[in-house]
């Protein structure tokens, strides 16, 4: 009986999936989240930062690796900074 609203916002969000046995080390480049397994186990889902941009991750169940959910205006800036340290790597 309360009234509510529902907006579908699916279309401004990219998914960038991050995998490897290097991906828990570029993402904590810039993540102060804790995502060492023994912290931040396989389902896990929160909100913070990486690089300043604000990102949904969740740990994946299937594999190791990470899903990141950005908006859809810094996707491209999440991208080159992830790209920019991977290459330091």
């Known amino acids: 009986g ?5 907006t579908d916002v699916g279309d401004g969000w990219v998914s960038i999936d991050i ?17 060492h397994h023994r912290a931040f186990g396989k389902g896990r889902f929160a909100q ?7 990102v949904l991750i969740r740990a994946r169940v299937a594999q ?5 959910l950005v908006d ?5 800036d999440l991208w080159m900074w992830l790209k920019d340290r ?3 790597m």
Request: charge should be negative.
């Open 19 to 35: 995998d490897g046995r290097l991906s828990y080390a570029l993402l904590v480049r810039g993540c102060e989240l804790d995502l």
């Open 64 to 68: 190791d690796g990470y899903e990141l």
């Open 2 to 6: 309360l009234p509510a609203v529902a």
């Open 48 to 54: 913070t930062q990486i690089a300043s941009i604000d």
């Open 72 to 76: 859809r205006s810094l996707a491209t």
């Open 86 to 88: 991977a290459r330091e």
